[in-house]
């Protein structure tokens, strides 16, 4: 197993990160963390053998922490500024992420990292399950319109979709997409199997649901209303995923 570390200033950046890890069978994660001088404690410790690194981050920037790391763990940057990929790249790290982060880009750069941690090992596939699950919703996408352009959104990027009036929010770990939508042309465009409406006003990612108490959701830092029109059909949903 390789021992992850993921380093970010963003909540919901890390949430994204740890679900991708879950999905990898040769990566363990070891924390995740927004504190970078908690990271560094663990990196000098020999704790973990690889490293999702933010780049911008308040206290210590990603550049910093990989000189002062001095190559004790391996590094994969993760970030939405591409200008520090040359200097990454000196300072020896694995590979460059530039968010959004879709999963199959993920998974190429971890597989590069197996190469340089366990070189005898073989590429890992994941299972037929994730596979299909891949296949399903982490390769589609949909483009809305916003101000000024027309977007693509990897649909496994949405943590939650929240409407007002006359235009909707898209969340994802990156950032908070507006378009002018309404939200049930929005719902009809998703697949059922991934995506469920559970307010007038929201949509949430089943994937992305970390708890629900009573009848509120938990993604992330974000606190979702479970309507009363919707109730019933969510948690029929979520009974059916128990184990």
Do not use: W
Request: proline share 5%; hydrophobic share 45%.
């Amino acid at each position: 197993m390789i021992r992850c570390l993921i380093v970010d200033d963003e909540p919901l950046a890390l949430h994204i990160l740890e679900d991708y890890i879950s999905k990898i069978p040769f990566l363990q994660l070891v924390k995740a963390t927004t504190n970078p001088i908690e990271a560094l404690t663990l990196v000098q410790e020999k704790l973990v053998d690889l490293v999702f690194l933010d780049v911008q981050m308040p206290e210590l920037t990603g550049i910093q922490f990989l000189r002062i790391a001095n190559g004790k763990a391996k590094v994969i940057l993760t970030t939405a500024y591409p200008q520090y990929a040359l200097e990454g790249y000196e300072l020896d790290v694995i590979d460059y992420l530039l968010k959004p982060i879709a999963f199959d880009r993920f998974f190429k750069s971890v597989q590069k990292a197996q190469g340089v941690l366990q070189p005898a090992a073989a590429p890992a596939q994941p299972d037929q399950a994730t596979q299909q699950k891949q296949q399903d919703l982490l390769s589609d996408f949909i483009f809305v319109k916003t101000e000024h352009k027309i977007q693509k959104v990897y649909l496994n990027d949405i943590l939650f979709i929240e409407g007002l009036k006359d235009y909707i929010s898209i969340f994802t770990p990156a950032e908070r997409i507006i378009t002018l939508q309404n939200m049930k042309k929005m719902e009809d465009a998703l697949p059922e199997k991934h995506f469920i409406r559970v307010h007038k006003s929201y949509i949430v990612s089943i994937n992305k649901i970390d708890s629900i108490e009573r009848s509120r959701i938990f993604i992330g830092d974000k606190v979702i209303p479970v309507g009363d029109t919707y109730r019933e059909e969510f948690f029929k949903i979520v009974d059916g995923k128990n184990i």
